[in-house]
């Protein structure tokens, strides 16, 4: 017999509808329920049939003792330990997403710094594939689609887990109530996301090898359509080399609230650290042809150029990522004379488009809202 759970704090914090779902998944019937109280559930298998009683109300002063009871039933069911099964139940509406560091130390600790690496990399590991499953694209360089970043505040870290260095995320997923019926369209989201991290990663260690051989960026751009991004080399590439790992592995367990009708799909993706080099080179290669949309651009001008009459073309010295660079914008006549204006006065200006490599410098294509810094006052 395994250790008893005897914490009232950690029984306390399983709710009646996780311990419900856990039990139907795991093959219980409810074969009675008394409302507000208490319902039985039941399972038949080769030793016979076992009961359990679970409480539906939390707040019943003996609610930690009928849990503790449930686990104990559950203990012998399924002969693993109570501390395993409360952990699968606490998690039973969740996609479990373990990302594993190894070294050759195979130490259970990591410095500070590199455990501060991993959580960052791994949360714009996440950020990578919702962004690619709103829309699939090369790169996204600053603003985010907002369905990717609401669907970050939603997701938590669980217990860091043995085995080398592991930390959990754990993505909710809303329950499965639908018909049998079934297309990848019905699917949540969160559940969207899930199933395009880990395309994307098993396309992006097939990319990195097919690439490495043939010295071709195709794999890569092959990759695209199925989460691969500039956005995900870089947070894979960032998470080996600022962990100092040899092997990085993300793995998943999907919730049993809800089926994973795709077999292709794979559970664990092992990638090592000889394909950092081919994720950079295509991570570089992508942002020198990739379209940045949205782009807020602001500087002052250091150039100008017009034709006696109509549109015109400046030049605005400002950041691009992280570095002072010329842009070339070119503007409406009503804009253009602010911008004359602008570049005597030496006034800032700000403007907002997409950004494209063009030679060695930078252009602003399809500029809005062009205004000098002055003219908020």
């Known amino acids: 017999m395994k250790a008893s759970i005897q914490d009232k704090d950690a029984l306390c914090s399983l709710l009646p509808l996780n311990a419900a779902t856990y039990l139907r998944t795991r093959g219980w019937n409810e074969v009675k329920r008394e409302q507000h109280r ?100 090369a790169y996204y360089p600053t603003r985010k689609p907002d369905e990717a970043l609401k669907y970050l505040e939603n997701l938590r870290m669980g217990q860091t887990e043995r085995g080398s260095f592991v930390i959990t995320l754990l993505s909710p997923v809303t329950p499965d109530l639908q018909a049998p019926a079934y297309s990848d369209n019905t699917d949540p989201f969160e559940r969207r996301v899930t199933k395009t991290l880990m395309r994307a990663l098993a396309a992006l260690r097939e990319a990195a090898e097919e690439s490495a051989a043939t010295g071709s960026i195709k794999p890569f751009e092959t990759a695209m359509s199925l989460g691969v991004s500039v956005n995900l080399c870089d947070a894979l590439a960032n998470l080996q080399e600022e962990t100092k790992a040899d092997t990085l592995e993300v793995g998943i367990s999907w919730a049993p609230v809800r089926m994973v009708h795709e077999e292709t799909i794979q559970n664990r993706v092992t990638i090592t650290k000889d394909a950092v080099p081919v994720m950079r080179e295509a991570s570089r290669v992508f942002k020198s042809v990739a379209t940045q949309e949205g782009v807020s651009l602001r500087g002052f001008i250091t150039e100008l150029h017009r034709e006696p009459q109509g549109e015109g073309t400046v030049l605005i010295a400002g950041i691009v990522e992280g570095s002072l660079r010329n842009v070339r914008v070119t503007l409406s006549s009503s804009d253009y004379d602010r911008a004359i204006q602008a570049h005597r006065d030496t006034i800032a200006v700000r403007c907002e488009g997409d950004l494209v490599r063009e030679g060695r410098g930078y252009r602003l294509r399809n500029p809005r809202g062009f205004a000098m810094e002055a003219s908020e006052d």
């Open 38 to 137: 208490y319902s039985l559930w039941n399972r038949k298998d080769d030793r016979g049939v076992f009961e359990t009683v679970l409480p539906l109300e939390h707040e019943f002063r003996d609610y930690t003792v009928r849990i503790a009871e449930v686990l104990y039933t559950l203990e012998i069911v399924e002969e693993r330990s109570q501390l395993e099964i409360l952990r699968d139940m606490m998690t039973t509406s969740s996609d479990v997403i373990r990302i594993r560091t190894e070294r050759d130390s195979k130490e259970d600790s990591v410095p500070i710094e590199s455990g501060v690496a991993l959580v960052k990399n791994a949360r714009d590991l996440l950020l990578a594939a919702a962004c690619s499953t709103v829309a699939p694209r």
